[in-house]
């Protein structure tokens, strides 16, 4: 009696300790899978490119998982084919993101087409009991497929073979599950923030054509007024009976005409060509007025104008103002003085446009009949889209206390960053 109960005493412990030695086993797994998932999700959400989280995985997971090798399938554009991306074993022996002999896989066909086309994890004992298995560097007898899935979508297959017989495991599995599931969550990430990155880029580009655009509009809407001015000079030049001026104004005009309509189709223009400009002008106009115009220029040695870009003629209506109301009432020294300077506590050039006319009255405007008119207002519309297309602050100021002769300052900001 007392034998029976020993013998159902030990049995009862052994079965017992059976139990605590399978929970303490289930424990261990559980930890070390979690453990396992945390470490890659930890690794795998620092990366910026689809390219190095791959790279990644295959590395993490045979250093963590004891793998011989590992290799990443990712689907391409047309949902047809899966190429490999990333692998380390013997497709890559050197680890240096090249991969030999890379093979691509007809979403469907081998373990890995069937994990990606049923979304679904391919743990193969046997590979010579599996007709499916293909041979890609050498032959080996297990071969777990796991799908690189998101939201329904298969983005990819993560593989491993080994060269022994049911060597996958439901630990392996589990892993590499987690790890497909956060590998496809970053590689949506990329591709969605890839996407809005180019929306957005679309957006600019029409946003900069509406501008330049209209940049151009405004423009377009001051060298009408610039050439009616001329050809009113020209009538009057011919009404005199001035032939060789008109003849010598005729050319000045052309060639002025042909820079506007060269320049037409783009809003910016060098400060080299834009002071050309002027002083062509300033020599044409001369030749109406009969009388000499002189313009000095006061320009920064730190400075190269041809490469810095302001909006097309924008100095043209500034200089015109001086000409016609300025010297209306001077016959001789009449001087138009540009200066240009460098600006580096606000990153910018500014432009001081002075003329040594009759300046103004404290009660009028400054620029006559362009202020109270559209030229005023159409270089500040210039001025503001320029700022927005070139993402740069620009300005226009006049003087108000000026007993002779009147100053426009406009003012050039200059992105530095572009420019590097």
């Known amino acids: ?14 079965v017992a300790f059976s139990y605590v030695l399978i929970q303490l086993y289930r424990t261990h797994q559980e930890l070390e899978i979690k453990s396992a998932i ?18 990644e995985v295959v590395r993490e997971s045979i250093s963590r998982l004891k793998l011989e090798d590992c290799v990443v399938y990712i689907l391409d554009p047309g949902k047809e084919n899966l190429v490999q991306k990333a692998a380390l074993g013997p497709k890559a022996p050197d680890g240096e993101h090249t991969i030999l002999n890379p093979i691509m896989i007809p979403l469907g066909q081998g373990i890995v087409g069937s994990a990606a086309l049923y979304a679904r994890t391919e743990n193969v004992p046997d590979t010579t009991k599996d007709p499916r298995y ?33 060597f996958f495991t439901t630990k392996h599995q589990q892993i590499l599950e987690a790890i497909a599931s956060i590998t496809a969550q970053k590689i949506r990430q990329f591709k969605d923030e890839q996407l809005l990155s180019e929306q957005q880029l679309i957006i600019t580009q029409k946003n900069s054509s509406i501008l330049e655009w209209k940049l151009q509009a405004l423009q377009n809407q001051m060298d009408p007024h610039f050439i009616l001015n001329a050809m009113n000079s020209l009538q ?12 010598f104004y005729v050319s000045k005009f052309s060639k002025i005409l042909h820079k506007i309509f060269k320049q037409s189709e783009n809003p ?14 300033i020599q044409m106009e001369a030749l109406r007025f009969t009388k ?60 001081e ?64 960053e572009n420019d590097d």
């Open 292 to 351: 000499q115009i002189d313009l000095s220029l006061i320009i920064d040695p730190m400075l190269n104008l041809d490469d810095i870009n302001i909006p097309t003629f924008i100095c043209q209506p500034i200089v015109e103002n001086s000409i016609w109301h300025g010297f209306a009432k001077k016959t001789s020294d009449c001087v138009i003085t540009i200066t240009i300077q460098w600006d580096a506590e606000k990153k910018g050039v500014l432009f």
């Open 38 to 55: 945390s470490y890659f999700s930890s690794i795998l959400y620092k990366h910026n490119n689809i390219d190095d989280l791959l790279w």
């Open 353 to 416: 446009i002075h003329d040594n006319g009759g300046g103004y009255k404290p009660n009028e405007s400054p620029l006559g009949k362009m202020k109270s008119g559209r030229g005023m207002n159409l270089i500040t519309q210039r001025l503001q889209i320029w700022g927005i297309l070139n993402d740069t602050e620009n300005w226009i100021r006049q003087n108000q206390s000026v007993e002779s002769g009147y100053t426009v300052v406009l003012f050039f900001g200059l992105n530095m």
């Open 268 to 281: 910016g223009i060098s400060v080299a060509k834009e002071i050309e400009f002027v002083r062509e002008y």
């Open 134 to 166: 293909i041979l890609d560097d050498n032959f080996r007898y297990s071969e777990m497929a796991v799908p690189i899935h998101f939201n329904g979508e298969v983005l990819g297959v993560i593989d491993s073979e080994n060269s022994k017989k049911s």
């Open 236 to 247: 009057s030049l011919i009404l005199s009976n001035n032939i060789d001026k008109s003849i």
């Open 1 to 14: 009696m007392l034998l029976n109960v020993l013998i159902s005493l030990v049995l009862f412990l052994a």
